[in-house]
């Protein structure tokens, strides 16, 4: 599938589409219709992604394909309060969790996201993208990046609970509870989506640049998998003598 097209199907069932149909088909269908069929649209599309679109297993659809369950079988938890905007809340919870014990298990989950953008085709490009995650200036940039992004969704976590159990006040089952829960969720996947979406760019633009750090320097050429092959052909440089910016000629990261 297109990128385009996918990121606007994203975009339109993963945000647009629940909202609308919190906002507009409560008393039609059912204030418990509408939330359930608000809350499973999203999981319905990641799982429908993954199975037949996206047709990887790795660790992000893995990742992917757990927070859309947890977020169906929340769906099925009727309440409100003080325990929904804590339901609410559980998807940062989950994704702090796993990249926090990503850290631990020694295997940053930036790695991964790095490693898909960059989408080595071979064994031996797959060897050698390793070999540079193991070096320690990228090493330490895939660390920090993936505890700065874990505490980007903490506090995108907190601010979500907040958000819900301020504005969501209304009883579960009602049109009310609805129409406030759409109010929120047009907040959130801006507010704080947007910021998510931003570190984890930044983030990976940051490994970029360790990478290409230890890759030569020549001018003109852009194609990474190019300048890791050479790299390979020149033999790895020493830790000690590498330097943590980016070659003088400006390059961005390409596929091979």
Excluded: C
């Excluded at 990121?7 to 409560?26: H, T």
């Excluded at 298990?105 to 790695?111: E, H, M, Q, V």
């Amino acid at each position: 599938m297109n990128r385009s097209l996918k990121l606007v199907l994203d975009v339109l069932l993963g945000a647009v589409v629940p909202i609308l149909v919190l906002a507009y088909l409560s008393e039609p269908l059912g204030a418990v219709p509408a939330y359930l069929i608000s809350a499973l649209v999203p999981v319905g599309w990641v799982a429908a992604d993954l199975l037949f679109i996206t047709r990887r297993l790795n660790f992000i659809t893995t990742f992917l394909g757990l927070s859309a369950l947890v977020r169906g079988l929340l769906a099925f938890w009727f309440v409100d309060g003080f325990l929904f905007a804590l339901k609410d809340s559980a998807g940062s919870a989950v994704t702090v969790a796993v990249f926090g014990g990503s850290l631990l298990l020694g295997r940053p989950a930036l790695r991964a996201f790095a490693q898909q953008s960059l989408d080595p085709r071979t064994p031996r490009q797959g060897a050698a993208l390793a070999k540079l995650f193991a070096e320690r200036p990228v090493a330490r940039v895939l660390f920090l990046g993936t505890a700065s992004l874990a505490a980007v969704h903490a506090v995108a976590g907190i601010a979500n609970f907040l958000l819900n159990f301020s504005i969501v006040v209304a009883p579960f089952g009602t049109a009310e509870f609805n129409t406030q829960v759409a109010t929120v969720n047009a907040v959130t996947r801006v507010a704080l989506g947007v910021p998510e979406v931003v570190a984890t760019g930044l983030a990976i633009w940051l490994v970029f640049k360790a990478i290409y750090s230890r890759l030569p320097d020549v001018p003109g050429e852009t194609d990474v998998w190019k300048l890791i092959q050479l790299r390979e052909e020149r033999g790895a440089p020493d830790d000690s003598q590498a330097s943590d910016t980016p070659p003088s000629v400006t390059h961005q990261p390409g596929k091979g």
